[in-house]
């Protein structure tokens, strides 16, 4: 197959037009965060500052909300349901994979029946029960309703189940017991699907507004998404410049996280497409 | 580690005997079961009470009339269901949904699709584009949707400035009944391109080498014939899966109306999981915005058998 040049010149020509055009709205969000008050109200085109505000704008930014704190929010609460999440689906899906017991195939349904059930279906009794327990409005009230993902048993019982018994044999052979076996060799092997279910969880849960806003209601348990939109409101509409500066910052973790690994960041998306 | 067990002892012998090699491999029965569930049961537990009970819970809530704050709560039967039925506010929210979603699946697809055709057509920049397609992905929704808020605003926003430079007039993208379902569908559109482009990509690089060569042997050597003989079709089921996930992704938005325009102006962009927010979360319907849930859900759920039911299909062809 020969390709002629002018096609590969067409194609990079459209391609670059495209990325940009995709581009544009972090090229202005980072163009405008460097921009003075004076010069972002004379509205225009350009991106680019013209008398740079850059450092005056961020440190405005970090002064006005506690844009970090945010950011910490979001790190202790993905990583508290990415923990849990694990803890509980792993062992499950090597006992299910690789264990016969009975009630086994029964178990198998359960997942796939859990598998149906969007988080949409489940907010308002879990509201509802958190509210009755008094654990509205705290670390926990954001994780717990998340730490049994069906979708990371089912993605951990499909891999799990193309690894040879013979591994898991030798090993109970050496005198391993169960719990050495998860943790030594099931954790290990399943290391590729688990690296990109967490990046699928931790995308999903750190960009997730509807919870965290039903849930709290102290500011400093503002996550990532609630946080620049406090930051928004209470800001009364002049400082665009200083709004911008948040929104990369806020924006800036997961964006960098992306850069250094984008291949497993692709593959572990659409992985969860999944789930639908 | 130090002291040797029988069983390592046994490994260590030069022909070890296919019986003590069977006894090992299957436990005694009763000991597998008990090992099996205690691994099993972590996870059933929190599975019951953060899935399946809520479950329950909600289909049986629909049913009352309870309102949180509120003491006495009765059994209504279907009144919540006819209540959705003949209210205004439900009937527009889910007709925005569905309208919606009809604006942000084709055209994501399309745009994906054309995306995925473009960037694997050469090795050349393809990891480049490829990330730069998908960064919106990543990108924290509701942080860009307010860069898009001010990307769009009235009189400061370059979008409108670029309007009025090829002297067309500044539009009101937000606050305007007639515009704002659009702009949020032109949202969704940016953010999901890169991810439909993704999933296409993976189909695409399904298709074999062969075929494009057996295409060109029978006369179909232009980009576009072969797009039609080969690409096409082969790529039926994975167009298909990405429709319906597209689907489910654009019934789902919230993150934008929250952010942009809180279901207005007139409750033009008032969506099913904004309306199930406002009647559970803010004015504490509970009955009836689990009534809301409930028929929602079903909505989400139709989709997602179509789908396993599909992938299960697909499994088949390999």
């Known amino acids: ?77 993905c990583a508290g349901i990415l923990f849990f999440q694990l803890l509980f689906a792993v062992p499950c899906a090597y006992a299910m994979a690789k264990l016969r017991f009975p009630g086994r195939s029964l178990m198998l349904g359960i997942v796939l029946f859990g598998l149906l059930i969007p988080i949409q279906a489940t907010s308002l009794p879990i509201y509802v029960g958190l509210a009755w327990t008094g654990l509205t409005d705290t670390y926990t009230a954001l994780i717990v309703p998340f730490i049994s993902s069906v979708f990371a048993v089912f993605l951990f019982y499909q891999f799990l189940r193309t690894i040879p018994d013979d591994l898991l044999d030798a090993a109970r052979l050496d005198g391993c017991g169960e719990i050495s076996i998860v943790v030594r060799i099931v954790l290990p092997l399943i290391m590729p699907a688990a690296t990109a279910f967490g990046i699928f969880s931790v995308v999903s849960h750190w960009n997730d507004l509807f919870w965290p806003l039903v849930i709290t209601r102290s500011p400093e348990l503002n996550t990532p998404p609630l946080g620049i939109l406090a930051f928004r409101s209470e800001e009364a509409g002049d400082s665009y410049g200083e709004l911008m500066a948040g929104t990369a910052i806020i924006t800036a973790p997961l964006v960098i996280a992306f850069l250094l690994a984008q291949r497993r960041f692709i593959e572990g998306i659409s992985l969860g497409a999944l789930k639908g | 580690m130090n002291t040797q067990s029988p069983s390592s002892l046994a490994s260590e012998r030069p022909s070890p005997a296919p019986s003590a090699a069977g006894v090992l491999k299957a436990p005694p029965h009763l000991a597998s079961t008990f090992i099996g569930w205690s691994f099993v049961l972590p996870f059933l537990v929190a599975l019951s009470v953060f899935v399946l009970a809520p479950t329950a819970a909600v289909i049986a809530i629909s049913f009352t009339d309870w309102q949180l704050g ?231 759920l139709v989709l997602t058998l179509v789908n396993f039911r599909l992938m299960d299909r697909s499994v088949h062809y390999k």
């Open chain 2, 70 to 300: 509120r003491d006495t709560i009765s059994f209504v039967g279907l009144e919540n269901y006819r209540a959705l039925l003949t209210a205004r506010v439900p009937r527009i929210s889910a007709a925005n949904t569905i309208i919606y979603a009809l604006m942000v699946t084709p055209l994501s697809v399309i745009l994906g699709l054309w995306l995925a055709i473009l960037i694997e057509s050469s090795p050349m920049g393809r990891a480049f584009f490829r990330s730069a397609c998908f960064l919106p992905v990543v990108s924290t929704t509701v942080a860009m949707a307010i860069v898009w808020e001010f990307l769009l605003h009235p009189t400061l926003g370059p979008v409108n400035s670029a309007l009025l430079l090829f002297g067309l007039p500044a539009q009101r993208f937000l606050s305007d009944a007639a515009l704002v379902l659009p702009t949020l569908a032109f949202i969704a559109i940016w953010e999901n391109a890169g991810y439909t482009m993704v999933l296409f990509v993976a189909g695409l690089k399904s298709i074999s080498a062969e075929l494009y060569d057996a295409a060109a042997v029978d006369g179909a050597d232009r980009p576009w014939e072969r797009f039609w003989t080969v690409t096409f079709p082969l790529l039926g089921p994975t167009m298909v899966f990405v429709v319906i996930i597209m689907l489910l992704r654009s019934f789902r938005v919230f993150e934008t109306v929250a952010t942009l325009t809180g279901g207005g102006p007139r409750r033009a962009s008032e969506v099913m999981l904004y309306t199930i927010y406002q009647e559970g979360f803010q004015f504490f319907q509970v009955g009836y915005a689990s009534a809301i849930t409930v028929v929602f859900v079903i909505f989400l």
């Open chain 1, 1 to 77: 197959m020969k390709m002629p040049t002018r096609f590969q010149i067409t194609r990079l020509a459209i391609l670059t037009l495209a990325a940009t055009l995709l581009l544009l709205p972090y090229i202005y969000m980072v163009g405008f965060s460097l921009k003075p008050v004076d010069e972002i109200f004379a509205g225009g085109l350009s991106p680019l500052p013209r008398e740079f505000a850059g450092i005056a704008n961020y440190l405005g930014a970090l002064e006005r909300e506690p844009l970090l704190r945010y950011l910490a929010n979001g790190v202790i609460v």
